[in-house]
């Protein structure tokens, strides 16, 4: 018969560098002070990234699938068109409160833990390597998504969802 859709794992995936290619937007946070306002309004036009569309598709099949984002809430709308449009898996979207300047490695974290009080997390899909360590030391199984940034860009993503938790 297969498990009910009420009881399957979850299965929680990151969207910036993740799922989206940030790559064309990344720009606005390598000058000073950073352009979060743009980086933010320009995510609707991100690409997809396939392998990420093929994970998500993948996972859909037996998990729920959680999209866990350090994108603030005022982005819920695009996000969630992005997502439509682009042909991801239905699943429910965790956003970033607006004023939540959290590292994005306590926020994630803390919704992790509340998931799990709900249902087994089976895997997180991030690109965050700060992100990914905490999860895997609290005891979570990962997948590094290492397919979504290239060298260049990464440092300055990375830095700014630590120091500035905004992605």
Do not use: C
């Amino acid at each position: 018969m297969g498990e009910s859709a009420d009881d399957r794992p979850y299965a929680v995936l990151d969207i910036d560098a993740t799922l989206s290619d940030t790559s064309q937007r990344v720009h606005f946070l390598q000058k000073k002070p950073k352009d979060w306002d743009s980086f933010f309004a320009h995510a609707k036009e991100d690409a997809v990234l396939d392998e990420g569309l093929a994970v998500a598709t993948t996972l859909a099949a037996d998990h729920e699938i959680v999209y866990l984002t350090g994108r603030p809430e005022r982005l819920r709308r695009d996000t969630v068109k992005w997502l439509k449009d682009n042909g991801f898996p239905d699943g429910k979207l965790y956003m970033r409160g607006n004023t939540d300047r959290r590292p994005s490695m306590l926020m994630k974290l803390g919704r992790l833990q509340r998931l799990a009080e709900q249902r087994p997390v089976a895997v997180l899909v991030d690109d965050d390597v700060k992100v990914i360590a905490a999860a895997e030391k609290a005891g979570y199984p990962v997948l590094r998504a290492d397919w979504g940034l290239d060298a260049e860009t990464q440092p300055t993503l990375f830095e700014a969802q630590e120091s500035e938790g905004r992605t």
